[in-house]
């Protein structure tokens, strides 16, 4: 990307490319305190604040907050596409529990981050996105590579900074961060014209802090705790239904501790998959459109509903006339905007998942007598297990892929998905254990952040020094060719990373639902113009290979895990099959298809 | 990689129903209860809906660039019923109000309050209480053909002439919003060419802060703050 604006601040060693540069030792950058630009308070409020990785790709407007990043200890990871290095820097924070950074110039480096923010912003990830802008004097001029940024994201950020000067913007930056972090986390963007990280400043950021009024109190009133703790001691067929705000909270610890302590059968979530173990005897796996039959069955029938962190996305709910009908809802939010919005909660709890869940673990006296309750809750695991076909005749069952890989990893592999069935069965046909092992699309439903993601997912393990840590990638032909180019980017970095494309030659939901609701016409649904992903690995210098049959399998998943390095699997898998169970969109959880003549 | 040898098959898949073996959608216990559209139980026997009703919302905020637009924004976005909003300074630097009036159900009036809390530039807002003082400005502009009938309708509205020309005099009138109505209707027979009205605002009566926490405040104190 060129540059019109502004001259280079400095020309110090013109043939190397800072961004790619090893990260130099921290203690050879500058004293903190000591800054001489806005672009390097910027990177002093990063640094101050925790950082220690960016996602990003350079230009024109960002070039002088690149340039202090040469001297800092902060590592950057050049994507090939911006809308990677937000994708990467969403999976990083998930995985590290720290926002994700990610960097852009001005204009079209900053449209190209906006579906990566807006992921983030539905997934209330925490993540903080810095954008190059051009100069002050020409803003609103529709200069060269000119976007209102700020107006842009607007909507799909927790906030969003115009940085104003030089002297003030390290307190922006550092403000930003530590808002995103805050309370419900979520995405913030800080819009730095080219001016203000060239102009001249000593002022060096002061301690960030949240702004007032974001960081709220995390326990939840007591009086409301007491009334919700008598609510589930008369429960008869209570229900926990853990959200994607306990793995956000750090409370998996204390979810379990709470759940086990009174016998209460857990479903979770899909953000919520692995805040609670999939193999304990109380999980009942995860509810929604394709959740599991006995979880939808259980939060239809529940008389009481223990919902943590989860604002009950149309995807878990149904028909919201049809939820969890009986149910009285106790409803655990850091975010007060969250009660009662979709469904309406009984007790609102406001507060801290974790610390929430530890007054209620304390305020519970006697536990529910829910004995009949989870031998009706077993008996549906029994009879709707998550289950398919595997006749020698017909084409590679994708479900055995993924079960595949499950068996031959350790329980803290990370998973990582692209948007469509391959990511349903990624997440029904896994047993996950551990939080921080899902990374995936919730809420925006985002194709192609299944290789970016990985990237982030990987940079995070390692940052953390779990080197050790498998990162799998399951993607569909149509998800990875979206982003695929960031295949590279694990290439140049060597990131061990293993990506499963699940190939069915379809965009394959689209398919499914075409079958379901459009009389099986498949409108741009049919992909068999999809290259040949092991050649195409090759070619970006990662491992290819091609499975067609169950035999193939095992050792394909055997020599990609131990590849060091990134590997690609092209698995040609069964075209037709179908996701299922299925709770068609807006019907009841309890009247879910089980097979697919009963959509 | 190739291989002719017959299916190594799932691990447990065998032992597990397959999906056509499973009870269908019919055969399964349904709940009778149910949740109306704004996710609350119905009662059976006390069948309770919502009606929407107009309320006038009231927030202060910090007078940061785009902050109106943060609260429009995010009031069109979620698609809830606008009917006006004002906005303009306090007595404190760096502070505006925003009041609002909107026509929305009691748990659609809950959501708006709680989202715009959400808003960063916004210091605290709530709905103002129902016998609160509410004004609204308007500009009217009338043909001039009979001054005098226009200066008698003026009078009865307590309203005050701003402009009188050769064609054409703007009239400026304030109350509450029936008696602003009825004025246009009064003025509408000499022929109104132009109008412009604010929308209303508002206060609470005596002590009551406007917003939630707020306190009597000059230039240089925060008004509210609770933290």
Same mark, same amino acid.
């Given at each position: 990307?060129?540059?019109?604006?502004?001259?280079?601040?400095?020309?110090?060693?013109?043939?190397?490319?800072?961004?790619?540069?090893?990260?130099?030792?921290?203690?050879?950058?500058?004293?903190?305190?000591?800054?001489?630009?806005?672009?390097?308070?910027?990177?002093?409020?990063?640094?101050?604040?925790?950082?220690?990785?960016?996602?990003?790709?350079?230009?024109?407007?960002?070039?002088?907050?690149?340039?202090?990043?040469?001297?800092?200890?902060?590592?950057?990871?050049?994507?090939?596409?911006?809308?990677?290095?937000?994708?990467?820097?969403?999976?990083?924070?998930?995985?590290?529990?720290?926002?994700?950074?990610?960097?852009?110039?001005?204009?079209?480096?900053?449209?190209?981050?906006?579906?990566?923010?807006?992921?983030?912003?539905?997934?209330?990830?925490?993540?903080?996105?810095?954008?190059?802008?051009?100069?002050?004097?020409?803003?609103?001029?529709?200069?060269?590579?000119?976007?209102?940024?700020?107006?842009?994201?607007?909507?799909?950020?927790?906030?969003?900074?115009?940085?104003?000067?030089?002297?003030?913007?390290?307190?922006?930056?550092?403000?930003?961060?530590?808002?995103?972090?805050?309370?419900?986390?979520?995405?913030?963007?800080?819009?730095?014209?080219?001016?203000?990280?060239?102009?001249?400043?000593?002022?060096?950021?002061?301690?960030?802090?949240?702004?007032?009024?974001?960081?709220?109190?995390?326990?939840?009133?007591?009086?409301?705790?007491?009334?919700?703790?008598?609510?589930?001691?008369?429960?008869?067929?209570?229900?926990?239904?853990?959200?994607?705000?306990?793995?956000?909270?750090?409370?998996?610890?204390?979810?379990?501790?709470?759940?086990?302590?009174?016998?209460?059968?857990?479903?979770?979530?899909?953000?919520?998959?692995?805040?609670?173990?999939?193999?304990?005897?109380?999980?009942?796996?995860?509810?929604?459109?394709?959740?599991?039959?006995?979880?939808?069955?259980?939060?239809?029938?529940?008389?009481?509903?223990?919902?943590?962190?989860?604002?009950?996305?149309?995807?878990?709910?149904?028909?919201?006339?049809?939820?969890?009908?009986?149910?009285?809802?106790?409803?655990?939010?850091?975010?007060?905007?969250?009660?009662?919005?979709?469904?309406?909660?009984?007790?609102?709890?406001?507060?801290?998942?974790?610390?929430?869940?530890?007054?209620?673990?304390?305020?519970?006296?006697?536990?529910?007598?829910?004995?009949?309750?989870?031998?009706?809750?077993?008996?549906?695991?029994?009879?709707?297990?998550?289950?398919?076909?595997?006749?020698?005749?017909?084409?590679?069952?994708?479900?055995?892929?993924?079960?595949?890989?499950?068996?031959?990893?350790?329980?803290?592999?990370?998973?990582?998905?692209?948007?469509?069935?391959?990511?349903?069965?990624?997440?029904?046909?896994?047993?996950?254990?551990?939080?921080?092992?899902?990374?995936?699309?919730?809420?925006?439903?985002?194709?192609?952040?299944?290789?970016?993601?990985?990237?982030?997912?990987?940079?995070?393990?390692?940052?953390?020094?779990?080197?050790?840590?498998?990162?799998?990638?399951?993607?569909?032909?149509?998800?990875?060719?979206?982003?695929?180019?960031?295949?590279?980017?694990?290439?140049?970095?060597?990131?061990?990373?293993?990506?499963?494309?699940?190939?069915?030659?379809?965009?394959?939901?689209?398919?499914?639902?075409?079958?379901?609701?459009?009389?099986?016409?498949?409108?741009?649904?049919?992909?068999?113009?999809?290259?040949?992903?092991?050649?195409?690995?090759?070619?970006?210098?990662?491992?290819?290979?091609?499975?067609?049959?169950?035999?193939?399998?095992?050792?394909?998943?055997?020599?990609?895990?131990?590849?060091?390095?990134?590997?690609?699997?092209?698995?040609?898998?069964?075209?037709?099959?179908?996701?299922?169970?299925?709770?068609?969109?807006?019907?009841?959880?309890?009247?879910?298809?089980?097979?697919?003549?009963?959509? | 990689?190739?291989?002719?040898?017959?299916?190594?098959?799932?691990?447990?898949?065998?032992?597990?129903?397959?999906?056509?073996?499973?009870?269908?959608?019919? /055969?399964?216990?349904?709940?009778?209860?149910?949740?109306?559209?704004?996710?609350? +139980? @119905?009662?059976? %026997? #006390? =069948?309770?809906?919502?009606?929407?009703?107009?309320?006038?919302?009231?927030?202060?905020?910090?007078?940061?660039?785009?902050?109106?637009?943060?609260?429009?924004?995010?009031?069109?976005?979620?698609?809830?019923?606008? /009917?006006?909003?004002?906005?303009?300074?306090?007595?404190?630097?760096?502070?505006? +109000? @925003?009041?609002? %009036? #909107? =026509?929305?159900?009691?748990?659609?009036?809950?959501?708006?309050?709680?989202?715009?809390?959400?808003?960063?530039?916004?210091?605290?807002?709530?709905?103002?209480?129902?016998?609160?003082?509410?004004?609204?400005?308007?500009?009217?502009?009338?043909?001039?053909?009979?001054?005098?009938?226009?200066?008698?309708?003026?009078?009865?509205?307590?309203?005050?002439?701003?402009?009188?020309?050769?064609?054409?005099?703007?009239?400026?009138?304030?109350?509450?919003?029936?008696?602003?109505?009825?004025?246009?209707?009064?003025?509408?027979?000499?022929?109104?060419?132009?109008?412009?009205?604010?929308?209303?605002?508002?206060?609470?009566?005596?002590?009551?802060?406007?917003?939630?926490?707020?306190?009597?405040?000059?230039?240089?104190?925060?008004?509210?703050?609770?933290?």
């Amino acid at each position: 990307m060129s540059d019109t604006a502004a001259q280079p601040r400095s020309d110090a060693d013109e043939s190397d490319d800072g961004a790619t540069e090893e990260p130099t030792d921290p203690d050879d950058g500058p004293a903190a305190g000591a800054v001489s630009t806005g672009a390097e308070s910027v990177v002093a409020a990063l640094e101050a604040a925790g950082a220690k990785t960016a996602f990003g790709v350079q230009g024109g407007a960002i070039m002088p907050v690149y340039d202090a990043l040469y001297d800092s200890s902060i590592r950057h990871v050049t994507m090939a596409h911006e809308q990677g290095a937000a994708h990467a820097a969403d999976a990083y924070g998930v995985v590290a529990g720290e926002p994700g950074l990610c960097m852009a110039t001005s204009g079209p480096g900053a449209t190209n981050l906006v579906t990566g923010i807006a992921d983030a912003d539905m997934d209330s990830d925490a993540m903080v996105a810095l954008t190059g802008q051009v100069p002050t004097e020409f803003v609103g001029n529709d200069a060269f590579q000119e976007t209102d940024t700020v107006g842009v994201t607007r909507p799909i950020t927790k906030h969003n900074y115009f940085a104003g000067g030089a002297d003030t913007v390290g307190d922006t930056v550092g403000e930003a961060f530590e808002l995103s972090r805050a309370g419900r986390p979520g995405p913030t963007l800080v819009d730095l014209p080219k001016d203000v990280t060239q102009d001249e400043t000593d002022r060096t950021p002061g301690p960030a802090t949240p702004p007032a009024g974001t960081d709220p109190d995390p326990n939840a009133d007591a009086d409301a705790v007491e009334e919700a703790a008598r609510a589930i001691e008369a429960a008869e067929r209570p229900v926990c239904l853990f959200g994607g705000g306990v793995i956000k909270a750090d409370a998996s610890d204390e979810a379990r501790t709470f759940a086990r302590s009174y016998g209460i059968p857990v479903t979770t979530t899909m953000p919520g998959i692995g805040s609670f173990p999939e193999d304990d005897d109380l999980c009942l796996s995860w509810a929604g459109m394709h959740g599991t039959g006995y979880a939808n069955l259980a939060i239809t029938h529940t008389d009481c509903l223990i919902a943590v962190g989860t604002r009950f996305d149309d995807r878990l709910t149904g028909g919201i006339d049809t939820f969890a009908p009986e149910a009285e809802v106790i409803h655990v939010d850091i975010d007060p905007a969250e009660i009662s919005k979709n469904v309406h909660a009984d007790y609102p709890l406001i507060g801290d998942a974790g610390r929430v869940l530890d007054q209620l673990t304390a305020a519970v006296r006697e536990a529910p007598d829910a004995a009949a309750w989870r031998d009706r809750c077993e008996e549906w695991k029994e009879t709707y297990p998550l289950t398919y076909a595997t006749p020698d005749d017909e084409p590679l069952k994708p479900q055995f892929v993924v079960e595949a890989f499950d068996e031959a990893t350790d329980d803290d592999t990370i998973v990582t998905t692209g948007v469509g069935q391959h990511q349903m069965w990624a997440s029904q046909f896994w047993t996950y254990t551990e939080p921080r092992t899902w990374v995936s699309s919730h809420g925006l439903g985002t194709m192609g952040y299944g290789v970016p993601a990985a990237v982030g997912a990987r940079v995070a393990a390692d940052t953390m020094g779990e080197e050790d840590r498998d990162v799998v990638c399951f993607d569909g032909d149509g998800s990875f060719l979206m982003t695929m180019q960031e295949l590279s980017v694990a290439v140049r970095e060597e990131l061990d990373v293993t990506i499963a494309v699940l190939n069915n030659e379809y965009i394959g939901m689209v398919r499914q639902w075409q079958d379901a609701f459009y009389e099986g016409r498949h409108m741009a649904s049919d992909y068999t113009w999809m290259p040949e992903f092991d050649k195409l690995a090759e070619a970006f210098g990662a491992l290819g290979l091609r499975v067609d049959d169950y035999d193939e399998v095992a050792p394909a998943v055997e020599e990609a895990l131990d590849y060091e390095g990134p590997a690609v699997i092209d698995f040609h898998v069964d075209p037709e099959e179908n996701v299922l169970p299925m709770v068609p969109s807006g019907g009841a959880n309890g009247k879910f298809a089980a097979a697919e003549d009963q959509l | 990689m190739s291989g002719d040898s017959p299916s190594a098959g799932a691990p447990e898949a065998d032992s597990r129903p397959l999906p056509d073996e499973q009870p269908g959608p019919d /055969e399964r216990d349904h709940p009778e209860g149910r949740r109306n559209l704004e996710g609350i +139980r @119905i009662d059976p %026997v #006390v =069948e309770a809906e919502h009606e929407s009703r107009r309320a006038v919302i009231s927030a202060l905020v910090e007078d940061e660039p785009g902050v109106l637009a943060r609260v429009s924004g995010l009031v069109s976005r979620r698609q809830f019923n606008i /009917e006006s909003l004002t906005v303009g300074p306090t007595t404190v630097d760096g502070h505006s +109000r @925003i009041t609002m %009036v #909107v =026509e929305e159900t009691d748990p659609g009036i809950d959501q708006i309050e709680k989202q715009m809390a959400k808003l960063k530039p916004v210091i605290s807002v709530g709905e103002v209480a129902g016998d609160a003082v509410t004004s609204e400005l308007v500009l009217l502009k009338v043909e001039a053909d009979d001054p005098a009938a226009v200066h008698a309708v003026s009078e009865m509205y307590d309203g005050r002439t701003v402009d009188a020309g050769p064609d054409t005099i703007t009239v400026e009138l304030t109350g509450d919003k029936a008696s602003i109505d009825s004025a246009i209707s009064a003025f509408d027979r000499f022929g109104i060419v132009e109008i412009a009205r604010t929308g209303p605002t508002a206060l609470a009566r005596g002590d009551t802060p406007t917003a939630p926490g707020e306190k009597p405040g000059t230039a240089g104190e925060p008004t509210t703050h609770d933290d």
